[in-house]
């Protein structure tokens, strides 16, 4: 799977939104592009997937450049329940058996009351 | 909602005895997964299962076995647990072949071997 980068950690604000990048320069045109995120304690959580145009769900919205370079995680209102790692992962539609997922060091968003 | 559980949030083995982790899922879902998560390493695949009583080797099988003898339940197996055993585990499940699928992941069981 190809690789992905995003910063480290980030910060919000309560009730505020957070636009959460990734890049992912090496994108080739089958890979999906997905988020889980990992709460405390707890197990990783999907959030949102896409392949080309930008998508919406109860959780999050996400926005797809038109490259497919880079993807940005948008919580619309970021509540402290939100406070988590999030991961931004590639995979590859066409790809042989084990759907395993690759999660890298993924961005620690911390969220201030 | 999937449900994934796992036998135990925390478990505290000594070096050389056999662990056995058990993971449910209620959600009939083909596929199921155990990973091992560390600092630092991110999520490793141990093993998974695509089908009852079929298994593949993920990235680090050593040292770990598996079982599924039913769908909704897979078991990871440490047959003789060391120290760099230690780790917190992950289950999990999903439905179909395709590699764009969602994982539904466990709770995890944080594993102490001393």
């Known amino acids: 799977d190809a690789k992905t980068t995003q910063p480290n950690s980030m910060e919000s604000n309560e009730e505020e939104p957070v636009h959460l990048p990734c890049n992912h320069s090496?994108?080739?045109?089958?890979?999906?592009i997905h988020w889980y995120r990992q709460l405390p304690s707890q197990g990783p959580e999907y959030v949102i997937h896409g392949l080309t145009s930008n998508v919406n769900n109860r959780m999050a919205s996400l926005a797809i450049a038109e490259d497919r370079k880079s993807s940005t995680l948008i919580l619309h209102r970021a509540t402290l329940r939100d406070a988590a790692v999030y991961y931004c992962i590639l995979r590859d539609v066409g790809g042989n058996a084990g759907n395993m997922l690759t999660f890298g060091g993924g961005t620690r968003l911390m969220v201030k009351p | 909602d999937v449900k994934v559980t796992q036998s135990s949030r925390y478990l505290v083995k000594r070096t050389g005895e056999k662990v056995f982790l058990e993971c449910v899922q209620d959600?009939?879902?083909?596929?199921m997964f155990w990973y091992r998560q560390d600092p630092g390493l991110g999520l490793r695949l141990i093993y998974f299962?695509?089908?009852?009583?079929?298994?593949e080797k993920g990235d680090i099988p050593e040292g770990y076995s598996v079982s599924r003898e039913k769908k909704e339940r897979f078991s990871l197996i440490l047959e003789s647990a060391s120290t760099n055993q230690t780790s917190m585990y992950l289950c999990?499940?999903?439905?179909?072949?395709?590699?764009?699928?969602?994982?539904?992941f466990g709770p995890g069981t944080r594993l102490t071997v001393l």
């Open positions: 999990a499940s999903s439905f179909g072949g395709p590699r764009t699928d969602t994982q539904y």
């Open positions: 959600m009939d879902h083909e596929n």
């Open positions: 090496t994108i080739s045109g089958t890979d999906y």
């Open positions: 299962s695509y089908d009852v009583k079929m298994k």
